[in-house]
Each structure stands twice: as structure tokens, then as C-alpha cells.
């Protein structure tokens, strides 16, 4: 067993994995910017610790440290590369794509057969696709809708309320228009994609998922873990990597 964790903008989400890679029930803690949350770490498994990370570099320095001194072996960590596990990076430089992307890429495209996007709802919301043979295709960034919403209470007077039902037509509030301005922001980017491409399947992961899933038209698989998944397919490659470049297969 080994353990995943996906360092994210806001939180950080880990999960104990098996042999294959397969991530188990996930827990996830908001970080706040600090490494506290390395004490909450489970330690009771006894391959390496696999993260990958898009949030500051001091952010993973807690975790290495805490592999060294608790587990007595180092933290491995995962980052954006031309290809990994089957999946090909459209950018000319790969280690400029986030790593949540590229995991959930890896993820998505190993979920099944045929052409995918793969939406990860969160502090950002972005947009990826991959196509059958799993050559990403490239991907949008934008501001999460929590986040939108921010921005506008950062740009403007306006402080807006969350609603609890966002309509489908037009608002007549300022709450309501903010809400709905946001989720529908985010539907229309996402449709407009799946518009321009012929996709055989359709995932939502992040913390804001569930809440787009009702309004997405056509069939939407919630993956909520696909970046650990991901994450765990890459590990589980590398570490077959490293056992045959030592000789230990052949
Ligand atoms: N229990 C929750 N804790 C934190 N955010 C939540 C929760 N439920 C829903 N959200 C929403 O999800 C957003 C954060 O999502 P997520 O956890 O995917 O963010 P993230 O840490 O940036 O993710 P990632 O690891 O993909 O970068 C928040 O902006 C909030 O609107
Ligand atoms: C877009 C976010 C912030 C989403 O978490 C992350 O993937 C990131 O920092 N990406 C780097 C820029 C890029 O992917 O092109
Ligand atoms: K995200």
C-alpha cells in the first residue's frame, strides 16, 4: 500500500492505494496556506508516499519532511511530463500544465474507452480533453464559481448572498444574478466544448461538481478522485520504471 496526495489550491484530498494504484475512500482538509495537515496523515502503510502539487512550494516541504521523519523514506513527487501512463501533453512545455490537470487526464483517459473531458470544478474550474488514442487535446482555465463570485465582491460594492435555488432563466436579484451568473458562466464554457468535440464521455470532479451535474446537459460521470486516480496510475508506472532500470525485472 502506498499513500496519494493531491496538494490542491484550497485543500488537500489523500487516500491509501493498493497495488494497482487504485485509491481508496478519500479525506481531504482545507490547508489554509500552512502544513499542519501532515499530522492528520494516516502512516499505517508500507510503500512510499506519491503527491503532486499545485499550490506553493513550501506547502510540500511539510510532507517531505513528515515522510522522512515518520516513515523513514522520501516523499516521491509527481509532475506534468511529455507523456505518462498512456496520456500524451498537448503543451509544448508539459511542466507548465498543472499537475491536477495532467493526473485528471490520466485518469479520465484510463476510466474507459474513447474520447473524454475531464472538468475539475474547484478554486478554478478547468476544462481538458483527451481523445481515444490519449493525445490531450489542451484545456481552459477559469475562475471557479465561488470564485467568480469573489471577484465581484472584490471589484465591485456588491456583496452578494449565496441562493439556494439558482433558476435556469434570467434573475431578478442581485444574489440571484451573481449565483446564476456564475453557473451559468461556467455551463456555457463547459457545453461550448463538448459542442466543438465529438466525446464519447464526460467526467466532473472538484468540490463544486455536484452543483454542475444538474444543469450540464448529456451524460456526466462524477469522478470526485479522478486526480488521485490519476495520481495513482502514474505512481504505479513509475515504480515499475524504477524496478526495471535497477534490474529487479526483466
Ligand atoms: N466541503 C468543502 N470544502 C471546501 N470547498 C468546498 C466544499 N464543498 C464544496 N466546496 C466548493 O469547492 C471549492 C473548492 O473545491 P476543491 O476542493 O476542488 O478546490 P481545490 O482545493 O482548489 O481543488 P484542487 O485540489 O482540484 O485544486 C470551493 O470554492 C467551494 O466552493
Ligand atoms: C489551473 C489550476 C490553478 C487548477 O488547479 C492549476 O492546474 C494550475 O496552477 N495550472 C498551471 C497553469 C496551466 O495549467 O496551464
Ligand atoms: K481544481
Known amino acids: 500500500m502506498t499513500l496519494l496526495v493531491d496538494i490542491g489550491n484550497t485543500r488537500v484530498k ?12 478519500v479525506q481531504a482538509l482545507a490547508h489554509d496556506g500552512r502544513g ?10 508500507d510503500g512510499p508516499v506519491w503527491f503532486a502539487t ?10 517531505q519532511a513528515w515522510s522522512r521523519d515518520r516513515l523513514d523514506r522520501a516523499a516521491v513527487e509527481v509532475v506534468s511530463t511529455a507523456s505518462a501512463a498512456g496520456v500524451q501533453c498537448a503543451y509544448a512545455r508539459p511542466e507548465c500544465l498543472g499537475v491536477d490537470r495532467w493526473l485528471a487526464c490520466i485518469g479520465a483517459f484510463h476510466r474507459g474507452p474513447g474520447s473524454v473531458v475531464v472538468v475539475d470544478a474547484g478554486t478554478a474550474l478547468t476544462v481538458d480533453v483527451v481523445d481515444a488514442t490519449g ?3 489542451g484545456g481552459l482555465i477559469v475562475p471557479g464559481m465561488a470564485t467568480m463570485q469573489q471577484a465581484i465582491h472584490a471589484h465591485t460594492r456588491i456583496r452578494s448572498q ?4 439558482v433558476p435556469d432563466d434570467l434573475a431578478r436579484d ?5 449565483a446564476a451568473g456564475a453557473l451559468h458562466a461556467a455551463v456555457g464554457l463547459i457545453e461550448r466544448v463538448c459542442r466543438r468535440f465529438a466525446l464519447d464521455r464526460r467526467i466532473l470532479a472538484g468540490g463544486e461538481a455536484a452543483r454542475l451535474a444538474d444543469r450540464l446537459e448529456g ?19 513509475s515504480a515499475i520504471n524504477a524496478s526495471s532500470s535497477n534490474g529487479h525485472s526483466r
Open 14 to 25: 489523500w487516500a491509501r492505494a493498493d497495488a494497482a494504484g487504485r485509491p481508496g475512500p
Open 162 to 165: 449565496p441562493v439556494e435555488q
Open 174 to 178: 442581485t444574489d440571484t444574478a451573481v
Open 54 to 63: 499545485v499550490a506553493d512550494a513550501d506547502l510540500a516541504t511539510p510532507l
Open 135 to 137: 493525445c490531450h487535446q
Open 36 to 45: 499542519d495537515w501532515v499530522d492528520t496523515l494516516p502512516t499505517d502503510f
Open 219 to 237: 451524460d456526466w460521470h462524477l469522478a470526485p478522485d479522478i486526480v488521485l486516480e490519476g495520481l495513482g496510475r502514474v505512481a504505479v508506472e
